[in-house]
């Protein structure tokens, strides 16, 4: 299984960015799957995650501005990001776990700067 990242890129503080999240060699309707950010410096924060029934779950620093969807159709979660702000800058990874494996995408870079 391969997680793809995309959709990230420069963008001035305010405006908006969709991520999408795309799995091959595997369906991701049975998993939930999870939006990590790493900031220069920082530790790995979990951003936003998913449960295979839609159930979604939010950091607190992105409640409000941030949203998880996924289509099991095209096996893809999205995560459209709105009023980012310039803490917002990091590499954003897609992530989900099946029997005792660690599945990570490649990561997306998203930096918010006027």
């Known amino acids: 299984v391969q997680l793809q990242a995309s959709g990230g890129g420069l963008v001035q503080p305010g405006e908006s960015l969709r991520l999408a999240c795309l799995a091959s060699?595997?369906?991701?309707?049975?998993?939930?799957i999870r939006w990590f950010r790493q900031a220069p410096g920082k530790v790995r924060e979990g951003v936003a995650c998913?449960?295979?029934?839609?159930?979604?779950e939010y950091a607190d620093s992105v409640k409000g501005r941030f949203a998880i969807s996924r289509d099991n159709a095209k096996d893809t979660v999205y995560l459209q990001m709105n009023s980012l702000k310039p803490e917002g800058t990091a590499i954003y990874y897609c992530y989900f776990y099946h029997n005792g494996t660690n599945y990570w995408g490649q990561g997306t870079q998203v930096t918010v700067s006027s």
């Open positions: 998913i449960s295979f029934d839609n159930h979604t």
């Open positions: 060699g595997s369906a991701l309707d049975l998993y939930t």
